[in-house]
């Protein structure tokens, strides 16, 4: 775990891509293995929720990258 500023953070690897799923979770989506409308789950088995506010940027991140799996809500 990395503690600080997510502002700072962010700027901290340029190569990796950061995507930022809630106020308070800024998560590399390297590690992204699952994704879902409200939810992510990561490489070690967390699942993190995203906010309705940045579902949108997120879904438009994982459909243009085409490299994490998606499930299907319903």
């Keep these: ?10 700027q901290f690897d ?3 891509a950061f995507l930022r799923i809630h106020q308070s979770y800024l998560v590399n989506a390297t590690h992204i293995s699952l994704y879902s409308y409200d939810k992510v789950r990561l490489s070690n088995g967390e699942e993190l929720y995203i906010s309705r ?22």
């Design 1 to 10: 775990y990395i503690y600080g500023k997510l502002s700072d953070i962010s």
């Design 14 to 16: 340029d190569s990796a």
């Design 53 to 74: 506010s940045h579902q949108k940027n997120v879904q438009s991140y994982i459909v243009k990258t085409e490299k994490i799996k998606m499930i299907n809500q319903g």
